[in-house]
C-alpha cells in the first residue's frame, strides 16, 4: 500500500509494502489517485517520495500478482484499444496513467535500499531532487528478461549522460549510490539516518518559494524540451510576464519567518 501523509505544505508518500516494498497492480492505481490528489491540492507545495523501512525505497513490480488470463489477441487488442475502466489486476495497468499523467509541482525522492525496475522508473520519473542513502542499489534487471523499452519512457537520456544510460539499460547490473551520484542519478549521497531529513529539509526550502514561481518554472523547464531554442525562450518570456503581472509582493516564507 501508500500512505499519503501531509505536514504543513509538504506531502509525503510512503511505499510500505513489506519486505522489499513492490507493486501490486492495486498499488499503482492508487499511485495515479494519489498523485492526482497530490496536484490537485492548493495547500500542497511540494512533495516527497521514499519507501517504508530501511531495507527498499522499492525492488521493482511484484511479479507474483495474479493476473488474468489473456489470449494474444486480447492482449493486442487491448494495447490498441485502452481503457482508464480497465481491472486493476490488468498488467500493464494503472502504471501508464502514473507515468503520462502532468505534473507541475516539484517532489524530492529519498532512496534507501533496493530501487530496481518500476521503483527505478517511478524514482526518477517521479521525482525532480532526489537524495540515496549510502546504502541504496539502483538497478534496470528487466533486460536480462528481453524486457526493453524504460529507457524510452524514461527518457533517461535527458536525464544522464548517454553512456551512463546505456550502461544501465543494457548490461542489466546493479550500481551503489555512489556510483549513482556520478552517473547523475541522485544529487547527494547521505547517511541513512540523515535521509528524510534531507529531504524534508529541501521540501521545506522549496515549500517557502512563491507557489507561481515554482509552477512557472516547472511547466517552462518540461516543455523546453520538446521546443526549439526560440519556442523555448518565447514561452518562458510568456509564462514569466503572466506570473510577474500577478504575483504577490509579500516576500517567501522563510523570509517572513526569519524577520518575525
Known sequence: MLKYEKSGHIATITIDNPPVN???????????????????????????LTGAGERSFCAGDDIKSKRPDRTREEIVDRHLNPSRSFDTQEYPGWEHEVMTLARYKPIVGAANGYCFGQGFIYFNLLTDIRYAASNAVFGM????????????????????????????????????????????????????????????????????????GIRVEMESYQRSFDMSRADAMATAGHMYRLARSVQSTQPPLADKEAAE
Open 22 to 48: 513492490v507493486f501490486t497492480p492495486a498499488m499503482h492505481k492508487q499511485m495515479f489517485e494519489v498523485l492526482q490528489e497530490f496536484v490537485a491540492d492548493r495547500e500542497v507545495r511540494c512533495g516527497i
Open 141 to 212: 534487471p528487466e533486460i536480462a528478461y528481453g524486457m526493453g523499452g524504460a529507457g524510452a519512457a524514461l527518457s533517461l537520456g535527458r536525464m544522464i549522460p548517454h553512456t551512463a544510460a546505456m550502461e544501465l539499460l543494457l548490461l542489466g547490473g546493479k550500481i551503489d549510490a555512489e556510483e549513482a551520484a556520478r552517473m547523475f542519478l541522485v544529487n547527494k549521497v547521505v547517511a541513512p539516518e540523515d535521509l528524510l531529513s534531507t529531504a524534508q529539509a529541501a521540501a521545506e526550502r522549496i515549500a517557502s518559494h512563491p507557489p507561481l
